[in-house]
């Protein structure tokens, strides 16, 4: 009598069997610091994630990157190696698009210089991941500045296509703003609010502008505070500290500046200037100096203020003045 051998395609258990979910696999264009907290927050849900950048050398460094982060928040026990690991193993670096094949949806989210240079670039991109993607995947950026229905001119199904900006690019920032284009059907729309539910974020609906909410609101905030700074009306640890103790806002606006990054602040300044035309967000002189020092904030260890290794803040920049 021949023995039934039992597999696992008799409980109904086959891959083609198995309930596909709406989201399983994310792909990131990007590998800089804004591409690698993205795809450590997505990859922290469950979620597979394939980072691609230009060259080997960047995804070799971006995993280094992302594992010394989350040594850090190690040692904060906010969590454990195992999950560390689990996290690294589920990001797959590459510099070929056509590992984007199968994914439910791909972010744009790269560093540019200029206005001009960031729309033919983000253009590029988007042209490159819809060569390789399936008809419904669908296709974002996290420009703020940029428009999605501009950006995507070119494309054959610009249906699928929507900005999707994270207000920071760190895994507690609660919300998103998704901005439905002119082109961007209902269903992606809708499947793009499901994705960011999936990941934890609060969904905030977006009209296109660019600058979209945050960006058009933290731009101002930054400039005038430097406005005052250089106008000699308060110390730059007494004007954080009124916006903190004052209004109750988590970090004073030189400490935002920072944490977001002086060069990323300066590029948003250009491109609002550029498409308004209004004083409000012409760059402050200081913004600019610090920038051009290439002392950008904690990812530098000097912006307004003086950084540790760990990115604790420790004194003011001498730099700066009063």
């Not at 989201?23 to 990007?30: A, L, Y």
């Not at 993205?38 to 971006?62: C, H, N, T």
């Not at 560390?84 to 990001?91: E, T």
Request: hydrophobic share 35%.
């Amino acid at each position: 009598m021949t023995e039934k051998i039992e597999r696992l395609e008799d409980y109904g258990l086959s891959k083609d069997n198995k309930p596909k979910t709406l989201f399983s696999r994310v792909g990131i264009v990007g590998a800089g610091s804004v591409g690698q907290n993205i795809a450590r927050m997505v990859s922290s849900k469950g979620l597979d994630v394939i980072l691609l950048d230009l060259s080997q050398e960047k995804i070799d460094q971006a995993y280094v990157d992302l594992a010394k982060e989350l040594d850090r928040m190690i040692e904060r026990w906010g969590m454990t190696n195992s999950e560390k690991l689990g996290i690294l193993s589920r990001i797959k670096g590459t510099t070929d698009y056509t590992s984007f094949k199968g994914c439910d949806i791909v972010i744009e989210a790269i560093k540019s210089s200029t206005r001009e240079h960031s729309h033919d670039v983000r253009s590029e991109i988007l042209k490159k991941i819809e060569m390789h993607v399936d008809r419904d995947t669908i296709i974002a950026t996290n420009s703020s500045t940029q428009v999605i229905t501009e950006l995507t001119a070119d494309l054959t199904y610009k249906d699928r296509c929507v900005s999707f900006h994270f207000l920071t690019p760190e895994a507690d920032a609660r919300i998103v703003e998704i901005v439905k284009g002119l082109y961007t059907s209902q269903e992606a729309y809708e499947n793009t609010m499901k994705f960011a539910n999936l990941i934890g974020k609060k969904v905030v609906p977006v009209k296109e502008s660019p600058g979209i909410i945050s960006t058009r609101l933290i731009v101002p905030f930054i400039n005038e505070a430097c406005e005052v700074l250089m106008e000699g009306v308060g110390t730059m640890e007494d004007i954080d500290l009124t916006m903190k103790v004052g209004f109750g806002l988590p970090l004073g606006p030189f400490e935002m500046a920072d944490k977001i990054g002086l060069d990323k602040i300066l590029r948003w300044c250009e491109n609002l200037y550029d498409e308004f035309g209004d004083l409000k967000y012409k760059s402050s002189p200081l913004l600019k100096k610090l920038v051009r020092a290439n002392q950008w904030g904690r990812r530098t260890g000097r912006g307004f203020y003086e950084y540790n290794k760990d990115g604790v803040k420790i004194t003011k920049n001498i730099s700066v003045g009063e």
